[in-house]
């Protein structure tokens, strides 16, 4: 399920909820009990080995992987 991140205008407490993606729009209440929140833009960051294991790897220097190179 993703998680959002919220902002409460009126005490500036920030917030994580987890909920379906079709309520991802829905108003949330802060856990201060508020109602004038705000929801972040979140940002993803994908590191790691499973992030590069599909990219190319070079066998070593030169135009064709050492070979042609004399």
Request: aromatic letters at 4%; proline letters at 7%.
């Amino acid at each position: 399920m993703p998680r959002y991140d919220y902002r409460c205008r009126a005490c500036g407490s920030t917030f994580e909820l987890n909920r379906p993606m079709a309520e991802a729009n829905a108003p949330a209440a802060c856990p201060s009990g508020h109602d004038d929140t705000v929801k972040l833009l979140s940002t993803v960051a994908v590191t790691g080995k499973a992030a590069t294991a599909s990219a190319p790897r070079s066998s070593g220097g030169g135009c064709c992987g050492g070979a042609c190179c004399g």
